[in-house]
Nanobody, 123 residues
Framework: QVQLVESGGGLVQAGGSLRLSCAASGRSFSSDYMGWFRQAPGKEREFAAAISWSGGITYYAESVKDRFTISRDNAKNTVSLQMNSLKPEDTAVYYC????????????????WGQGTQVTVSS
């Protein structure tokens, strides 16, 4: 059983930065496609970013493109999301997703999920 644990969330002012990390345990995830999703209060969980197993292919939602960067360290079994130029509308619980069917924005394509980490951006 794979466990995904997110960390790095917190409160930041608009224009600031945060770096989220997701640590995987239970088995190696070096061959897994990974993703980040987010869910704001009262809204559906939405896609933010995804990365191929090698890290060579990344894909972003338009709302975060050019501000967020997804990366991974297979030796450490971690995937990260660097978030810059944060906006109040980025406020959400951020979830790490694992074992995707590809570099995909669809929630149903991921087999494992973390518990989430809260990101709050104040104006």
């Amino acid at each position: 059983q794979v466990q995904l644990v997110e960390s790095g969330g917190g409160l930041v002012q608009a224009g600031g930065s945060l770096r989220l990390s997701c640590a995987a345990s239970g088995r190696s995830f070096s061959s897994d496609y990974m993703g980040w999703f987010r869910q704001a209060p009262g809204k559906e969980r939405e896609f933010a970013a995804a990365i191929s197993w090698s890290g060579g292919i990344t894909y972003y939602a338009e709302s975060v493109k050019d501000r967020f960067t997804i990366s991974r360290d297979n030796a450490k079994n971690t995937v990260s999301l660097q978030m810059n130029s944060l906006k109040p509308e980025d406020t959400a619980v951020y979830y790490c997703a694992g074992k995707g069917l590809g570099v995909t924005p669809r929630r149903m394509d991921y087999a494992y999920w973390g518990q989430g980490t809260q990101v709050t951006v104040s104006s």
